[in-house]
Structures are given as C-alpha cells and as structure tokens.
C-alpha cells in the first residue's frame, strides 16, 4: 500500500566527520518506518560503507524506534528530522 505524500514525514541527511553528502539531501518516509530502515538506505548510498546516524549533532536512537516517534519529538522548525550521519563516531 502506497502512502501519499500527506502521510510521510521529511528527513534531511547530512553528512559530518568526512562522510560524503548524498545526492538526494530530503527525503520523505512513513512514520511507520524503524530508524534501522533509514541507516539501511544510506549504507546503499554510502557503497555499503557502515554509517553512524545521529540526531541533533548528539545521540543515537534506537534502530527499532519509528521514524514518526523521532520526527514527532526532534523535528526543526521547518518540520524536517535532521539526521546526521558519518563512518567514525561523531557525538555521543
């Protein structure tokens, strides 16, 4: 079943600690999705290099956590999840 854009939320990926950026900077993704999900499609990016992800340039989330309990507790102002993400530990 195909979500419609309404129901997904937007994540912006940057990379820090050297990580190349990703061509595609925003993405959106259903609140259902597991945050493992997201670490899965930049390791694709990433030519299957382990990447580290972080939120607020602090902490790492649980993989089993849903992106929509993370969007809904640490978007920014302009309602994107900023997801950091590096190869070497970066914070936290």
Known sequence: MAANAADKVTLRLKSVAGAPQVAQERV??????????ISQYLRGKCQGKPVLLFLNAAFSPSPEETVGALHKAYK???GELVVQYA?????G
């Open 87 to 91: 190869f070497v530990q970066a914070w």
């Open 28 to 37: 959106k993704v259903t609140p259902q999705q597991k945050f493992s999900e």
């Open 76 to 78: 920014d102002s302009k």
